[in-house]
């Protein structure tokens, strides 16, 4: 079982910047990909950001060039760096753990996941 809790969410102007960390328990967060999605009011949840095990990256296209997502594997821990944020960004953030290696952008493939974590972005 694998427990995932995040932090780090606030109210930030457009334009700023804030960090997400995920906490995960398990001893086996260094052989499982890592992965952030979103969802605001009304939407689906969609996917953000991935991190392979290896350390590979994948992102959505809306976020790329802005977030960067990273893992600490000594401290059981996953990151996103949001940069430049826009009110669009808006909505809550959720960490998620697979039990396997790589990343997909389904939700549906994922395995677990944290309470999430509240982003707002004002104009």
């Known amino acids: 079982q694998v427990q995932l809790v995040e932090s780090g969410g606030g109210l930030v102007q457009a334009g700023g910047s804030l960090r997400l960390s995920c906490a995960a328990s398990g001893r086996t967060f260094s052989m499982s990909a890592m992965g952030w999605f979103r969802q605001a009011p009304g939407k689906e949840r969609e996917y953000v950001a991935g991190i392979a095990s290896g350390g590979s990256t994948y992102y959505t296209d809306p976020v790329k060039g802005r977030f960067t997502i990273s893992r600490d594997n000594a401290e059981n821990t996953v990151y996103l760096q949001m940069n430049s944020l826009k009110p669009e960004d808006t909505a809550v953030y959720y960490c998620?753990?697979?039990?396997?290696?790589?990343?997909?952008?389904?939700?549906?493939?994922?395995?677990?996941w944290g309470q999430g974590t509240q982003v707002t972005v004002s104009s």
């Open positions: 998620a753990a697979r039990s396997s290696f790589d990343v997909f952008a389904r939700a549906d493939q994922w395995d677990y």
